[in-house]
């Protein structure tokens, strides 16, 4: 969870005006036939402990789910080995409309 706030926190500095602006992006903005800022800044990351509080609610009421292997894990506290080449997947849930 630490790492993803980090790379969140990075990709929105990389997207403050300041650096949106830069020659590089001005010549490859006209290279592409538009040059403009991003639609908004996205906001600060919680702390650490509140992202990873939220994912847990999410979790357990089933905003997504979690495969590790191919194989569903339903339980937050459950025990699972991880290797180097181990695949976790993360699966968001979107309610449909007139379900």
Do not use: Q, W
């Not at 990709?11 to 040059?35: K, M, N, P, Q, T």
């Not at 609610?57 to 290797?83: K, M």
């Amino acid at each position: 969870m630490r790492a993803e706030v980090a790379a969140y926190e990075s990709r929105r500095e990389a997207r403050r005006l300041d650096r949106v602006f830069s020659r590089e992006r001005i010549e490859r903005g006209a290279a592409e036939g538009r040059v403009a800022p991003e639609a908004r800044e996205g906001a600060a990351a919680p702390p650490v402990e509140e992202a990873v509080e939220t994912a847990v609610t999410a979790f357990e009421d089933g905003i997504y789910l979690v495969a590790i292997d191919g194989v569903e894990v339903r339980e937050v506290e459950a025990r699972v080995s991880v290797r180097a080449d181990t695949r976790v997947t993360f699966i968001r849930l979107v309610l449909l409309a007139g379900a």
